[in-house]
């Protein structure tokens, strides 16, 4: 079972520029919340209670801000830095050491998940024993991501990065789960052109072996890479409408410890005057009331 999880929250952000020459991608408002508690709202879905969050070298103070290490969340968060963006796997190299000889999963901090079967999906995959899982989904544009390939026994037979030629329309999200296997094989692994580790590379690692598979996000479920302007805006209309429309939070971090049973009311309190006065507290409040 997966108990660990890394967010990849490093990276120039070089495509939100300039708001991103200030400020980490991953703390720009998402709607009415920063983009971090999007992915470790997932991992928190799926039960995993350790968490490290790799982020870029000079910026670690702005993220302890918004999380801190001693949070109300029930959970355990740890940073490292990352001093130069090296590609997805340098985080098994980097979280080496939190990892152990445990699984891990990994989420980038720029991908937004929702639906109504998600949890389930997540409870049902977190069981991973041996090799590694990918979740994909389909797209309109498949050359713009890494898409995997699929017989009729949904057994993945080919992933390739932007694919010139397209083959099929199932993406690769931002999502991965992945034995401790996945530090070994990242250190096999040499830079592409662009003087970086890919992520493709490593799942083709495990393709090869026989130890890669995949998961259907659902068609009723949406996955956003919010890794340009215009993506991140629509991420957050979608997230105002359904909030607006149901009157819950997508992503509420201590709704989903309240549910898990890891904090209890006293917590609750406690975030309260961790946030002040604003929206974000009125759901709290409603929470406990």
């Given amino acids: ?49 350790k ?22 969340l029930g959970i355990s968060i740890e940073y490292k830095e990352q001093f130069k963006p090296g590609g997805l796997p340098q985080a098994f190299t980097i979280g080496e050491k939190f990892i152990g000889k445990d699984s891990v999963s990994l989420i980038l901090g720029d991908n937004f998940f929702y639906g109504q079967s998600l949890t389930k999906i997540l ?13 994909i989904h389909p797209v309109k544009n498949p050359n713009l991501y890494g898409v995997a390939t699929l017989d009729k026994n949904k057994k993945v037979i080919n992933l390739i990065e932007k694919p010139k030629k397209i083959k099929s329309n199932l993406a690769v999200t931002g999502l991965y789960f992945f034995d401790n296997k996945a530090i070994e094989f990242t250190k096999k692994l040499k830079p592409s052109k662009r003087g970086e580790l890919e992520i493709i590379d490593l799942l083709n690692f495990y393709r090869r072996k026989n130890k890669l598979k995949a998961e259907f996000i659902g068609r009723g479920g949406s996955w956003l890479d919010t890794g340009n302007i215009n993506d991140f805006y629509d991420a957050s209309n979608f997230i105002s409408a359904i909030e607006s429309r149901q009157g819950l939070k997508i992503a509420c971090l201590e709704e989903i410890a309240l549910n898990n049973k890891w904090i209890d ?10 946030y002040g006065k604003c929206d974000y507290s009125k759901y709290l409040k409603s929470l406990i009331s």
């Fill in 123 to 135: 409870k049902k995959n977190i069981n991973l024993k041996s090799g590694a899982k990918i979740f």
């Fill in 51 to 72: 968490i490290l969050i790799i982020v870029n070298k000079g910026q670690l103070n702005q993220f302890k801000k918004i999380l801190p290490e001693k949070n109300n």
């Fill in 265 to 274: 009311k006293k917590d609750i309190k406690k975030s309260l005057d961790f």
């Fill in 1 to 49: 079972m997966i108990k660990k999880g890394i967010i990849l929250a490093g990276g120039l952000g070089t495509r939100m520029s300039p708001l991103t020459k200030a400020v980490n991608k991953q703390l720009l408002p998402l709607y009415d919340k920063p983009l971090i508690f999007y992915p470790l709202s997932v991992l928190m879905l799926a039960g995993i209670k």
